[in-house]
């Protein structure tokens, strides 16, 4: 791991996890860190969006992330996100998966986060009956894989100045011709670049760009069509459809 992400100690006592419940303080740290502690975000409303080494990543509304000890990423916290955050101490952590990853929340699992965000305690060991509810939640876990959104970005650095720009402005319409002329490539060569340094085409990399930012607007409490009026759609049925084919929902049910 990089020297200059230093390993943090989040858990100061020696309990076995530490809770923060709802609602989030919203807020963003820009600067990438780690923890020797695991991370589960648990998202009831709103969104978490994460900066990793190799892109973006999105935790939305009824969704967990899972960010294991020592995986170096940024946070933010947007407005009126609830939940629960809990760190767990590293002994905890064997059972979940070695790279950050995203579960759906199910009724399940959202009792028995009710249930551990109560146990905030000075403990140092947990009982019995605790050990036997997270080992129910991480059982749950197991079997509630989501489909991530995960803006992967590029490496090299006339592609990185293009992605920002996209993320900056997801209503960006500039062509692929224009941007390879912008970048100094012929158009198969950025296709063949972007794809190769992504694992995305640019017209896919541009759709999940705009539904990281439809998340965000959304979760601000933006209506439906503002939100397809700022990420360019030409219709707000489009943007729909879109938000629809992304996340098994429209936007307005995902809203409510």
């Known amino acids: 791991?990089?020297?200059?992400?230093?390993?943090?100690?989040?858990?100061?006592?020696?309990?076995?996890?530490?809770?923060?419940?709802?609602?989030?303080?919203?807020?963003?740290?820009?600067?990438?860190?780690?923890?020797?502690?695991?991370?589960?975000?648990?998202?009831?409303?709103?969104?978490?969006?994460?900066?990793?080494?190799?892109?973006?990543?999105?935790?939305?509304?009824?969704?967990?992330?899972?960010?294991?000890?020592?995986?170096?990423?940024?946070?933010?916290?947007?407005?009126?996100?609830?939940?629960?955050?809990?760190?767990?101490?590293?002994?905890?952590?064997?059972?979940?998966?070695?790279?950050?990853?995203?579960?759906?929340?199910?009724?399940?699992?959202?009792?028995?986060?009710?249930?551990?965000?109560?146990?905030?305690?000075?403990?140092?060991?947990?009982?019995?009956?605790?050990?036997?509810?997270?080992?129910?939640?991480?059982?749950?876990?197991?079997?509630?894989?989501?489909?991530p959104l995960f803006l992967p970005m590029p490496s090299s650095p006339h592609l990185v100045g293009m992605t920002l720009t996209i993320v900056a402005d997801p209503a960006n319409k500039t062509s692929l011709d224009d941007w390879a002329r912008r970048v100094g490539m012929s158009r198969r060569g950025l296709t063949r670049h972007f794809r190769a340094e992504t694992g995305m085409s640019l017209v896919q990399w541009r759709i999940v760009a705009r539904m990281k930012r439809a998340l965000e607007l959304l979760a601000q409490g933006d209506n439906v069509n503002r939100v397809a009026q700022r990420l360019g759609y030409d219709s707000v049925s489009t943007f729909i459809s879109a938000f629809n084919a992304q996340f098994g929902m429209t936007p307005g049910v995902y809203a409510l």
């Open 1 to 147: 791991m990089p020297a200059q992400y230093p390993l943090q100690r989040r858990i100061q006592d020696g309990r076995p996890l530490l809770v923060n419940a709802e609602p989030l303080q919203s807020g963003t740290d820009d600067t990438l860190h780690r923890y020797r502690e695991g991370q589960l975000w648990a998202v009831k409303q709103g969104v978490i969006t994460a900066e990793l080494d190799n892109g973006s990543w999105v935790v939305p509304a009824r969704h967990i992330g899972w960010i294991p000890p020592g995986v170096a990423h940024a946070a933010r916290v947007h407005d009126a996100a609830k939940g629960w955050m809990i760190y767990l101490r590293p002994d905890l952590c064997p059972l979940f998966p070695t790279t950050p990853t995203v579960f759906d929340m199910t009724p399940l699992s959202s009792a028995l986060l009710e249930r551990i965000g109560t146990w905030n305690g000075g403990s140092a060991e947990l009982t019995p009956p605790q050990h036997r509810q997270l080992d129910v939640l991480f059982d749950d876990l197991k079997i509630s894989l989501a489909n």
